[in-house]
């Protein structure tokens, strides 16, 4: 899968930028764990499905635009495990604490 979207650090903080990497997909493509941990977010933001996995020494991985989620707030998952589908595209963020 080629990157469509780079990562673009932001300025500040608030500035705008792209915090992670842009795919393009097929629609209904798996979406699995990069790492294995606990899944610390699973909701929508600003109208786009995202679902947050914490992993060791405080990273953070989110998996951004699903058509839908197949895991819950609190579950263990392990490396490769699937988290949900695409939708149109997928953003794959990783941050150590706020920093990307």
């Given at each position: 899968m080629a990157v469509?979207?780079?990562y673009?650090?932001?300025a500040c903080r608030w500035c705008p930028g792209h915090r992670g990497l842009g795919y393009r997909t097929n629609v209904g493509t798996p979406v699995r764990a990069?790492?294995?941990?606990?899944?610390?977010?699973v909701g929508t933001v600003a109208g786009v499905r995202w679902v947050v996995v914490r992993h060791a020494d405080d990273l953070r991985s989110s998996y951004g635009y699903l058509q839908s989620a197949a895991v819950r707030v609190g579950r263990q998952v392990g490396v490769g495990e699937v988290l949900g589908r695409t939708g149109t595209q997928l953003h794959l963020g990783l941050r150590r604490g706020d920093r990307y």
């Open positions: 469509s979207d780079p673009r650090e932001p990069v790492a294995a941990g606990r899944v610390e977010f």
